[in-house]
């Protein structure tokens, strides 16, 4: 039995030690609760405690970056060491519990070695079961010095990298350097261009008897197009003035001499305009306009003419375009009307040429079906009447007529290497008056271009028309014209361009028939966009089965061409 005294002292001795004991346990928490001696149970991997060993502390953060200030002893400290404050804490998926140094991963992931570059810093490891650190470089892999070597950044918004912003397209590449570029009023691109030439013509009016001749002559140009994402409107006006600055002598006084004055203007425009309704269904319309003489050599010019009479001819055309999936159907109506100048002669008399004077009523269908792409066969046919301004002409013949054609075609882009329209048929026209013949005859017409490489084009061209003539027992002229052209660049700058043109004149009801060849050299030198040098060589002749008809003429032409 112990005695009271010691009894009172050995239970302080006991409160002492409980309280070291407490005051211990508190330190030991604060170092990482570490023990005196090795657990069995909770054994250490890779050198340090694992996580799953401290059930009452939360997951730990990775450092997300070495300390500088860090003692030796501070630097062995694993990644359950959280961040300094103001250091950026790391987000995203964390190590599985359990995972150490080395070992195995419950996620089953690889640790990832960094990439070493030739003069990067080596990552050096910080204790044993520590992530690599690479000392004195940030915390991001460096790239490679061969990708960001000597160049500078480039913003986003010029590689269109920007959120929101549309991608940006490549620019086409500029086919011709040397066409007009045009300018932009409103929502229409405006191109207009000028010649002005100067020349010298063997024959300027295509008589048997050729009296020579310097002339000029100047073309303006103007085309307007519309740049709308629906509908379409296109102007398109072209025009010329000849003129030889004096007045021609008919040697001899002979009747059938060309005019004093050869001095002549033509003009051919028109605009068109396309309204979509729907998207298989469009309104089409146009209005054109057309001034110009006789051809110089034609014989329904008058005998004696002191200048040539200007015709004007008129007209609007309007109607429907209809798809239904491949096939396409068109129905154009129009109405054109020709007036004539009255006539002067050398003597001082004129005459009113009302008798020329008459509008036309047509109507034109059109039906074409898309079997490949880039072959659409066609079938199309016209009807027309025309009525003149007088009941007769002046030698009594009833001149109104009814007639057509019919014809039937393809039109084809074949690899883009070959495009263009070919077609045949038969034209008619029958006239009131019975001593008239019926004018009719085979109508070819084709539109055909052939890129035969890059640096050359060749051009086919084919048309038939029925004309009017003033010719006493003439019912009218069936015209077929066929033309071919080469052009070829020797460089961008420098084109070479040839023509040849056949033509063929039936005068119906008088036997008369005239063959008629051209051919044509040009040479195009393009000195800038706005700027162009052209010289022109070109020969004609007319081939006439009467006597006095034929003629042969000679034209050397040069010239410049201003653009826009």
Same mark, same amino acid.
């Given at each position: 039995? +112990?005695?009271?005294?010691?009894?009172?002292?050995?239970?302080?001795?006991?409160?002492?030690?409980?309280?070291?004991?407490?005051?211990?346990?508190?330190?030991?928490?604060?170092?990482?609760?570490?023990?005196?001696?090795?657990?069995?149970?909770?054994?250490? $991997?890779?050198?340090?405690?694992?996580?799953?060993?401290?059930?009452?502390? !939360?997951?730990?953060?990775?450092?997300?970056?070495?300390?500088? *200030?860090?003692?030796?002893?501070?630097?062995?400290?694993?990644?359950?060491?959280?961040?300094?404050?103001?250091?950026?804490?790391?987000?995203?998926? #964390?190590?599985?519990?359990?995972?150490?140094?080395?070992?195995?991963?419950?996620?089953? !992931?690889?640790?990832?070695?960094?990439? +070493?570059?030739?003069?990067?810093? $080596?990552?050096?490891?910080?204790?044993?079961?520590?992530?690599?650190? +690479?000392?004195?470089?940030?915390p991001a892999r460096p790239a490679p010095p061969s990708q960001n070597a000597a160049k500078l950044p480039v913003p986003a918004a010029f590689k269109g990298t920007l959120p929101g912003q549309p991608l940006r397209r490549r620019l086409k590449a500029d086919d011709d350097p040397f066409a007009p570029v045009g300018d932009y009023a409103g929502s229409f691109l405006i191109k207009g261009a000028v010649e002005l030439n100067g020349g010298y013509d063997t024959n300027p009016g295509r008589i048997a008897t050729p009296q020579a001749s310097g002339f000029y002559k100047v073309s303006p140009e103007l085309m307007v197009t519309s740049d709308w994402d629906r509908h379409a409107l296109v102007a398109d006006l072209r025009g010329s003035y000849t003129g030889y600055g004096h007045e021609f002598n008919n040697p001899g006084g002979n009747v059938t001499a060309a005019p004093?004055?050869?001095?002549?203007?033509?003009?051919?425009?028109?605009?068109?305009? $396309?309204?979509?309704?729907?998207?298989?269904? $469009?309104?089409?319309?146009?209005?054109? =306009?057309?001034?110009?003489?006789?051809?110089?050599?034609?014989?329904?010019?008058?005998?004696?003419?002191?200048?040539?009479? +200007?015709?004007?001819?008129?007209?609007? @055309?309007?109607?429907?375009?209809?798809?239904?999936?491949?096939? #396409?159907?068109?129905?154009? &109506?129009?109405?054109?009307?020709?007036?004539?100048?009255?006539?002067?002669?050398?003597? &001082?008399?004129t005459d009113p040429n009302t008798d020329r004077n008459f509008n036309q009523y047509a109507g034109t269908g059109r039906v074409s079906y898309e079997i490949l792409p880039g072959l659409k066969p066609f079938a199309e046919g016209q009807y027309s009447e025309r009525q003149y301004e007088t009941t007769v002409d002046r030698y009594g013949y009833r001149r109104d007529s009814n007639g057509g054609y019919v014809k039937g075609g393809t039109s084809f882009e074949l690899t883009r290497l070959l495009t263009g329209e070919a077609s045949i048929g038969w034209a008619s026209r029958t006239y009131t008056d019975p001593r008239l013949l019926k004018l009719e005859g085979l109508?070819?017409?084709? @539109? =055909?271009?052939?890129?035969?490489?890059?640096?050359?084009?060749?051009?086919?061209?084919?048309?038939?028309?029925?004309?009017?003539?003033?010719?006493?027992?003439? @019912?009218?002229?069936?015209?077929?014209? /066929?033309?071919?052209?080469?052009?070829?660049?020797?460089?961008?700058?420098?084109?070479?361009?040839?023509?040849?043109? *056949?033509?063929?004149?039936? /005068?119906?009801?008088?036997? !008369?028939?005239?063959?008629?060849?051209?051919?044509?050299?040009?040479?195009? /030198?393009?000195?800038t966009r706005q700027l162009w040098v052209k010289g022109t060589l070109r020969r004609d002749q007319l081939d006439s089965n009467v006597t006095g008809g034929s003629y042969n003429a000679t034209v050397v032409m040069l010239g410049v061409r201003l653009q826009n």
């Open positions: 039995m +112990i005695p009271a005294p010691a009894t009172g002292r050995l239970r302080r001795a006991v409160l002492l030690q409980a309280a070291v004991a407490c005051l211990m346990a508190g330190a030991a928490g604060q170092a990482g609760a570490q023990s005196l001696t090795r657990d069995l149970f909770r054994p250490e $991997r890779g050198g340090f405690v694992s996580p799953q060993d401290l059930p009452l502390q !939360r997951t730990p953060q990775l450092a997300a970056a070495p300390d500088p *200030y860090a003692t030796d002893n501070d630097t062995r400290r694993d990644n359950r060491t959280p961040p300094r404050l103001g250091s950026a804490p790391a987000f995203g998926l #964390q190590p599985s519990l359990g995972t150490a140094g080395i070992g195995y991963d419950a996620l089953g !992931r690889k640790r990832q070695k960094p990439k +070493i570059y030739p003069g990067a810093p $080596r990552p050096k490891t910080v204790g044993p079961g520590s992530r690599p650190v +690479i000392v004195g470089a940030p004093r004055i050869l001095d002549r203007p033509d003009f051919d425009g028109h605009i068109d305009g $396309r309204l979509d309704v729907t998207r298989d269904t $469009r309104l089409l319309g146009q209005g054109r =306009l057309i001034v110009g003489t006789d051809n110089p050599g034609s014989p329904n010019n008058q005998f004696g003419l002191q200048k040539y009479p +200007i015709y004007t001819q008129t007209g609007v @055309s309007g109607g429907i375009d209809q798809t239904f999936n491949r096939l #396409q159907v068109t129905a154009i &109506g129009g109405v054109d009307r020709r007036a004539y100048q009255q006539s002067v002669f050398t003597d &001082g008399s109508l070819t017409s084709a @539109s =055909l271009i052939w890129t035969v490489t890059p640096l050359t084009k060749f051009k086919i061209g084919a048309d038939t028309t029925i004309d009017e003539s003033p010719l006493a027992g003439v @019912s009218g002229v069936l015209t077929r014209t /066929y033309s071919a052209e080469v052009d070829h660049d020797f460089r961008r700058w420098l084109t070479a361009i040839g023509k040849f043109t *056949y033509a063929t004149y039936d /005068y119906q009801g008088s036997g !008369r028939s005239d063959r008629f060849t051209s051919l044509e050299g040009n040479l195009v /030198y393009k000195m």
